[in-house]
Nanobody
Framework: VQLQASGGGLVQAGGSLRLSCVAS????????MGWFRQAPGKEREFVAG????????FYEDSVKGRFTISRDNGKNSVYLQMNSLKPEDTAVYYC?????????????????WGQGTLVTVSS
């Protein structure tokens, strides 16, 4: 499985960005997909996840109500709509695939990772 993330950039606080991640493979619809981020000097942390059919989503507390994860299985894609961005959201954002379907917030259970896309939020 190969993942390609895009959509990062520089935005002012309060602004919005939409990240996209395209996956290879014929069984994308069976994967749980997640977004993680890593800020400078910090460990990678879970941001949002979406289960196989896209009905069930789960979020890290600090992004609830601001970020929305979605997927289009026909396009092998997962998205992260980020609104009301804050400077503390600045990080490299990674999409990841959990092919076993655990649906966890733990990065250990995601086997495949994209290359990351940088989001910078200025104050």
């Amino acid at each position: 499985v190969q993942l390609q993330a895009s959509g990062g950039g520089l935005v002012q606080a309060g602004g919005s960005l939409r990240l996209s991640c395209v996956a290879s493979g014929r069984t994308f619809s069976s994967y749980v997909m997640g977004w993680f981020r890593q800020a400078p000097g910090k460990e990678r942390e879970f941001v949002a996840g979406i289960r196989r059919r896209g009905v069930s989503t789960f979020y890290e507390d600090s992004v609830k109500g601001r970020f929305t994860i979605s997927r289009d299985n026909g396009k092998n894609s997962v998205y992260l709509q980020m609104n009301s961005l804050k400077p503390e959201d600045t990080a490299v954002y990674y999409c990841a695939a959990d092919t076993a379907g655990f649906g966890s917030t733990s990065s250990d259970l995601y086997e495949y990772w994209g290359q990351g896309t940088l989001v910078t939020v200025s104050s």
